[in-house]
């Protein structure tokens, strides 16, 4: 089936982006070698066929190296400018970078649609909630340096106690956020002075590069070093190495386990890791079916389902069941689908290439197992595209019900007794969110104090979700390692360090001559406004 709508001017792309630099020890250095083609699931022409967007370089292991051996040189084992620089210093240096970072704007929200087939409004928003969450990790930063401006002292010794950087940080993003997610492991990683290689993820990688020059003008040399290809060439001899100090992925276990398993020593290894989820909604009999109908769309369709957070399977009590699902499945079909700058458009072009022909197998195994396809439009063919399905009685033995699906895919199970979709949950190998909807408090209660020993957030009468990024972003299981926002994410980068002194009166002495001199950047009662 042909979806082709003809682009509007505002959004086309004026020529293919030819991005063959790549950035390491602070020179954006011109790559001669093999280029990565970059396409999009859109098409531009009538008769549909991928649209080509230009290309980024394919580095091989000799540029891996040199992008760990500029971050080792620029950390120096502690002693590197970046590392030992003044809070104030390293804040005015992000502060450059993230207005540098606002004038791209329009090139970047327009790649993100045409790259990953976000809608407008949803790459918009990553664009302006990713320059939010920098400014915010600033003030946070600030705020943790004031606490710190002081000295402490407990059975006779003084201690002055602040938080210190790691190390070297490989930083590895994900597609479907890949200017949000990742900047939230970069930013607070740099701004707490360690250095770090940063890798884009397949899909979603051109839109980095209008950022090159705004990274390597803002930084010292070597903090930060940004390469471009497959993550088998790169991350892997660099993680053999044994010398990267924090892994901060956000991605799947698979690929997570065989980095990390790569490491030589991975018990001196930080692990700051966003996984797979397979967040559940559990629909009570007392629930207002009209508002978990649309928050159930919501978490299981925005951006057709490619979010960790998005809800992946819906558990619909037995009394409530026909209702749900008749009001459920035409809400499914009732969504528009178009290009993402379509207005009203909420489902979008895939952008893998390979996931319709994944989400049918999954439908096909469902079905050759029992599973009905609900809704009229599901399981509908388009170029780019499959229409959700929504599957029902999904059971155990089917892959929808195991495997993270990660697309347009709606597996339903009814349940009669609560503690059925409580013990599939402990059964589960993730532990990220949950969904919950009901009104009789009687009932809620006991299932609130289970539940948040079973997934790190709890979400009443609405759909799982991240933000707002000053709340804790973590997992239990296989779904997370650390927790990621915007106070907790400062704390993930660092260790807490301190100089220690005995209450003497040389001691004393010494510690007022370093302050009064300030010479040194760790220890000051400076505070910053």
Not at 131 to 145: G, L, N, R, S
Not at 194 to 206: S, Y
Not at 373 to 395: C, E, R, S
Not at 483 to 510: C, G, Q, W, Y
């Amino acid at each position: 089936m042909s979806n082709f709508i003809p682009i509007p001017k505002e959004f086309e792309l004026d020529s293919p982006i030819q991005a063959n630099q790549y950035l390491i020890d602070g020179k954006l250095i011109e790559w001669k070698g093999k280029m990565a083609e970059v396409n999009s699931s859109i098409s531009s022409t009538k008769e549909y066929k991928p649209t080509y967007l230009g290309s980024v370089p394919e580095l091989e292991e000799e540029q891996a190296q040199e992008s760990l051996k500029a971050a080792l040189k620029a950390y120096d084992q502690g002693k590197g400018k970046w590392p030992t620089m003044r809070v104030e210093e390293r804040i005015h240096c992000m502060e450059k970078f993230v207005k540098a970072m606002e004038t791209k704007r329009d090139i970047v929200v327009k790649l993100i649609m045409w790259e990953i087939g976000k809608n407008l409004p949803d790459a918009e928003k990553e664009f302006d909630r990713t320059v939010k969450y920098v400014y915010d990790t600033i003030e946070d930063y600030k705020q943790m340096d004031r606490n710190a401006a002081k000295f402490e002292k407990h059975d006779g010794v003084y201690a002055h106690i602040r938080r210190g950087p790691l190390g070297v940080v490989l930083c590895l993003g994900p597609y479907n956020y890949p200017l949000n997610e990742t900047f939230a492991l970069l930013i607070p990683a740099l701004i707490m002075g360690n250095t770090a290689i940063f890798k884009p993820a397949k899909f979603g990688v051109l839109l980095i590069t209008p950022l090159l020059e705004a990274f390597q003008e803002s930084f010292p040399k070597g903090v930060v070093n940004i390469i471009f290809g497959r993550g088998r060439v790169l991350a892997s001899p660099i993680m053999k190495t044994g010398h990267v100090d924090v892994l901060a992925l956000i991605g799947n276990s698979k690929s997570a386990n065989a980095l990390i398993n790569q490491h030589p020593k991975s018990n001196r290894l930080r692990l700051i890791l966003g996984l797979e989820a397979k967040n559940p909604a559990i629909i009570l009999p007392h629930a207002d079916l009209d508002l978990a109908v649309k928050e159930c769309i919501s978490g299981s369709l925005s951006f057709n389902g490619q979010r960790c957070t998005a809800l992946k399977i819906i558990y619909v009590h037995e009394d409530i069941k026909e209702e749900f699902l008749e009001n459920f499945t035409a809400a499914v079909d009732a969504q528009k689908f178009g290009n993402p700058w379509d207005d009203g458009a909420f489902l979008t072009p895939l952008p893998e290439p390979d996931k319709p022909a994944y989400i049918q197998a999954l439908i096909d195994d469902a079905e050759a197992k029992g599973a009905k396809i609900l809704n009229k439009k599901g399981g509908q063919h388009f170029d780019n595209y499959i229409w959700p399905a929504v599957m029902y009685p999904v059971t155990k033995d089917m892959r929808v019900y195991e495997e993270e699906q990660f697309g347009p895919i709606i597996p339903v199970v009814y349940f009669t007794d609560i503690n059925e979709p409580l013990d599939d949950m402990a059964d589960s190998n993730y532990g990220q969110q949950v969904s919950l909807f009901g009104k009789d408090v009687e009932v809620l209660s006991p299932l609130i104090d289970t539940l948040v020993n079973l997934v790190c957030r709890v979400n009443l009468n609405s759909s799982c979700q991240r933000g707002p990024d000053v709340y804790p972003f973590t997992g239990r299981k296989d779904s997370a390692k650390s927790t990621l926002s915007v106070h907790d994410a400062l704390r993930s980068f660092s260790i807490r360090t301190f100089v220690a002194s005995k209450d003497n009166p040389e001691n004393v002495k010494i510690l007022e001559e370093l302050l009064q001199h300030k010479q040194s950047s760790f220890i000051s009662t400076d505070y910053i406004l």
